[in-house]
Structure formats: structure tokens, C-alpha cells
């Protein structure tokens, strides 16, 4: 596996991982690019936006990326949130990314690895990972990195920001004694 060579920088015999920079964010983004083709899904963040929710004073993720030979192979950005059904605070990868050239070559790998290391320091307890149940190579290699599969009934519902205009027009204002 990889030799720690300091609290933010991880080598990997293909790879070294280490802490999101601002130099990072053209190279994040345009793998972003990538991964949201690859999903279907219209990309509206640009560099800026990691830049400004990974690196500021308020910042509400964490990221990391994966280089060989100084070129950009993957990426990770995660976040820590507390669940109050079960009482733990949990870090939820967001995102998870290695280009094409650099799968098969423990990238990934090395990169939920930082991630986890990351979440202990922060306290968490639990630890999530999200993938389509149509994605095969992602369920099967989360799975034999020990991660279990949950299987859940619900749904999930999102609005835009006109969305939320709307659903914060129906509020009622309450007085408070």
C-alpha cells in the first residue's frame, strides 16, 4: 500500500494523494466534467466553486486529489454531517472520481483511504459512500474495499432555488412568547 509522507500528502506506489489546492481547481472541474457526463447529469460548478467551498474560512467540504507523474488521475470531495436518527456524526463522500487512464491502479482506493484518515481526525463514526445501483464497477468496488451495501426504500426529493422560494412562501409566521 502507500507510506503516509505527511498528514496531507499520501504516495501510493501509482499515485500521490494529498489536500485540494487552488492550483487543483481547473484540473477538478474539468474531471467533474467528466464524471457528470459519464452520469448524464449538466454541470453548473465551475473552478471557483471548489475553490470557494473546499479552501475558504467557511468552508463545508473537504478534497482531495490523486497525481502521477504530476498529472491529474482522481479526485474526492467529502463532507461531515451528523445523523440524529442514529446519533453519529457521518462523512459522506460526495464525490469520487478517477479518470479512465489511472482505474485498476489503486487511485481510488488511495483516495477513500485519505478520506477515511480524514474522518477519524474529524470524529465520525460512520462512514458513506453512494453509488447507482446500475453502476456495477463502483457497487463492486466499494464492496471489496469492506463497505456495506444498504439497501433503503426511500426516496429522494430535490427542488431548485425556485423551488425553495416556494416552499418558504408556505411558512406561517409564528409568534414566540
Not at 481547473?26 to 465551475?46: C, T, V, Y
Not at 464525490?95 to 477515511?116: D, I, K, T
Amino acid at each position: 500500500m502507500g507510506t503516509t509522507i505527511k498528514p496531507t500528502m499520501r504516495q501510493t506506489t501509482h499515485a500521490t494523494i494529498r489536500s485540494f489546492r487552488r492550483k487543483d481547481a481547473n484540473d477538478i472541474s474539468r474531471m467533474m466534467k467528466e464524471l457528470a457526463s459519464f452520469h448524464g447529469d449538466a454541470i453548473r460548478a465551475n473552478p471557483n466553486h471548489f475553490i470557494k467551498h473546499c479552501l475558504s474560512r467557511k468552508k463545508i467540504a473537504r478534497a482531495w486529489i490523486a497525481l502521477r507523474d504530476k498529472q491529474a488521475a482522481g479526485f474526492l470531495v467529502a463532507y461531515d454531517r451528523m445523523n440524529f436518527v442514529n446519533g453519529q456524526k457521518t462523512c459522506v463522500i460526495d464525490l469520487l472520481y478517477v479518470n479512465e487512464a489511472f482505474r485498476r491502479q489503486s487511485v481510488g482506493q488511495a483516495l477513500l483511504a485519505a478520506a477515511a484518515q480524514d474522518a477519524i481526525r474529524h470524529g465520525c463514526e460512520t462512514f458513506l459512500v453512494t453509488a447507482q445501483p446500475g453502476n456495477a464497477t463502483a457497487n463492486n468496488f466499494y464492496e471489496k474495499l469492506g463497505l456495506n451495501r444498504e439497501t433503503k426504500t426511500s426516496a429522494r426529493y430535490r427542488c431548485d432555488k425556485d423551488g425553495i422560494k416556494k416552499l418558504a412562501r408556505h411558512a406561517t409566521p409564528q409568534r414566540v412568547r
